[in-house]
């Protein structure tokens, strides 16, 4: 799917997402303009005990850059009375195996791309900048929480703690000594924020839905990146429950995950292969592709059984038994997964003799 200049319309790209996951319950989503109408969207949503306790972690990265003066913005929020205007400066969207921003500002050039570590609570964004003929300062500040991912935060006090080592900030907040949160950039200056609350983000998907719709978040601080006038630049920044940012190869996270993901999609035989495709041949497979690799995202592994599952739907459920079966033959027989099947299944069968598994999982016959 891509969305180009001419079709980035405000109303339409708000009812228009995207999700990645990690292979463990966690997951990145958001909206193709970059702003959370959802309190399920975030940055990085991540299971404490994977698959479950997942917790809003990371709701979002808010970007700028700044040129002879003059700031830009990149991200787009949303609020009751006011939406930032990011969007008139996002060129096009693109999601394939990663969701791919690219903005436009004068004569800058700004690639974004985000990718999570499959396996591990932990997300990569690359920045790829192709500066101008001024110099320019590109700004990311984050935006956590820490709260679980069906919950809110509105009027909320945030108690924080920061640890900075260079570009390496280890963040807890409210408290939870036990699972801080890190982040890391490989370039640039990190600047502390005293009491920064972003007040009352405004989620439309839950007023639609007749929830709260308008929570707190913080921002800890901002890292500034200085861009010289015609360089290129490549700016990483990693966010994670683990406390090894500095150490993440975006490029190598990015090839490892697109040929995963391209070895699923080949491997299920079902795309049309030879020399010359016709349009609707053509239509087919990207249809297929997209659908294997939505499938591939239901798939997680439950590390401390040491054995896969299915979850029953993204954002909101765990994984379900009758939702597994239900599911079974779309997502792993028909994409020829069967060492995944016959593996979730002799434990489905395991979990039914030992009576782990409620009655209600039969509902559906």
Known sequence: ??????KIDL???LN??????NGIGGFCSSTVIGANTRRYHGLLIAPLIPPAQRHLLVS?????IEVNGEEYNLYTNVCKNYISDGYKNLDSFEKDYLPIFT???KDIKI???ISMIY???TVVVQYNIKNGKYDSKLTLAPVLNFRDFHSMTPNHQFSLKQKIDKNKIRIEIDGNASTPVYTHVNDGEYIIHENDIFKNMYYLKEEERGFDAEEDLIVPGRYEILVKAKETKEITFVASLEDNTEQVDSNSIFKNEILRLQNVVNNSELLISKSKLTKNEKDYNELVKDLIISADSFVINRQSFG??????GFPWFLDWGRDTLIAYEGLLLITKRFDLAKEILLTFTRDVKYGLVPNRVFWFR
């Not at 799917?1 to 001419?6: A, D, F, G, L, V």
């Not at 979002?60 to 700028?64: G, H, N, P, S, W």
């Open 119 to 121: 396996g591990r609570n």
């Open 111 to 113: 690639t974004k791309t």
């Open 11 to 13: 109303k339409d790209c």
């Open 307 to 312: 054995t896969h599952s299915i979850i029953a």
């Open 1 to 6: 799917m891509k969305i180009s200049k001419k």
């Open 60 to 64: 979002k990265l808010d970007e700028k």
């Open 16 to 21: 228009k997402e995207w999700i990645i996951t």
């Open 103 to 105: 903005y436009k500002v």
